[in-house]
C-alpha cells in the first residue's frame, strides 16, 4: 500500500471520520450497556422487529463506511486472498482458538463475555423459528460483513502508517470498544487482533468474515442448543 499519499492532506479526514464513528458506536453501545432502565434483551433473537432494526442499523453504518472510503476502494482490503489453501488453515486455527479462549476466560469469577450482551437466547422456541433463522442471518453474516469492512478494512488500512502490529492491535482494541462491553473485552480485543493478524497475512477481509460469521453462528447455536 502506498502510504504516504493516503495520509497526505486528504487522507487525514478519512482517518479522523473512522476514528469519530468508532468512538460514536462505542459511546451508543456503552450507553445501552449501563443504562438501568433497558429492557431484557433474552429473545431478540426471536423478533421480526429486531430483524428489521438490525438490518437498517447496519445499512446505515456500511453506508457511513462506504462513505469515508469513498475513491479508495483498496483500502476495505475487498479482494481474494492470496491463497485459499493457508487461509483456510489459519481461519480454522483461530475458530478453534478462540472458542478455547472463550471457554477460559468463561471460568473465570466474572460475569460470563458471551452473556453480557443479553442477546443470545436461554432456550429454543420451535414457534419463533422464522424470526430465528432471520436473526441468525442478521449476526452471522450481515454483521460479520459490516463489521470486517469497517474494522479490518477500513480500520486496518488507515492506521497501516503506524505500522503492520499497531495497525492490527489499535483496530483490534477498536473492535472491542466498538461493541460497549466490558468483561467481553477479554474475547473481543484478543477476536479483533487475531481477525487483523489473518487479515495482515491474507491481504483480504473475507477470510475474517467467514472466521466472523462462524464464531457469531456457532454462539448463537449453542446457546439454544445448550
Known amino acids: 500500500m502506498n502510504v504516504r499519499p493516503l495520509f497526505g492532506p486528504v487522507g487525514r479526514p ?3 471520520l473512522w476514528t469519530g464513528l468508532v468512538l460514536l458506536l462505542a ?4 450507553y445501552a450497556r449501563f443504562e438501568s432502565s433497558r429492557p431484557e434483551t433474552r429473545t431478540t433473537v426471536y423478533s421480526y422487529a429486531a430483524f428489521a432494526g438490525g438490518i437498517l442499523v447496519y445499512a ?7 462513505g469515508i472510503a469513498s475513491g479508495r476502494w483498496d483500502l476495505l482490503a475487498l479482494r481474494r486472498p492470496r491463497s485459499w489453501g493457508r487461509a483456510w488453515v489459519w481461519m480454522l486455527g483461530i475458530v478453534v482458538a478462540i472458542i478455547a479462549w472463550e471457554a477460559a476466560v468463561a471460568a473465570l469469577p466474572i460475569e460470563n463475555p458471551g452473556d453480557e450482551q443479553g442477546l443470545a437466547p436461554t432456550h429454543w422456541e420451535p414457534a419463533h423459528a422464522g424470526a430465528f433463522a432471520a436473526n441468525l442471518f442478521l449476526f452471522a453474516v450481515v454483521a ?5 469492512i469497517t474494522f479490518r478494512g477500513l480500520g486496518q488500512s ?5 505500522g503492520r502490529w499497531p495497525a492490527i492491535v489499535l483496530a483490534g482494541v477498536a473492535f472491542g470498544v466498538a461493541h460497549g462491553l466490558v468483561e467481553a473485552l477479554l474475547v473481543l480485543v484478543p477476536f479483533g487482533i487475531a481477525l487483523g493478524w489473518l487479515r495482515d497475512r491474507t491481504r483480504s ?4 468474515m467467514v472466521v466472523h460469521g462462524l464464531f457469531n453462528g456457532i454462539a448463537l447455536a449453542a446457546a439454544v442448543l445448550t
Open 27 to 30: 459511546a451508543a453501545n456503552y
Open 60 to 66: 446505515f453504518w456500511l453506508a457511513l463506511v462506504l
Open 158 to 162: 488507515l492506521l497501516r502508517f503506524l
Open 144 to 148: 460479520p460483513v459490516v463489521e470486517e
Open 205 to 208: 477481509v473475507v477470510p475474517g
Open 14 to 16: 478519512r482517518l479522523v
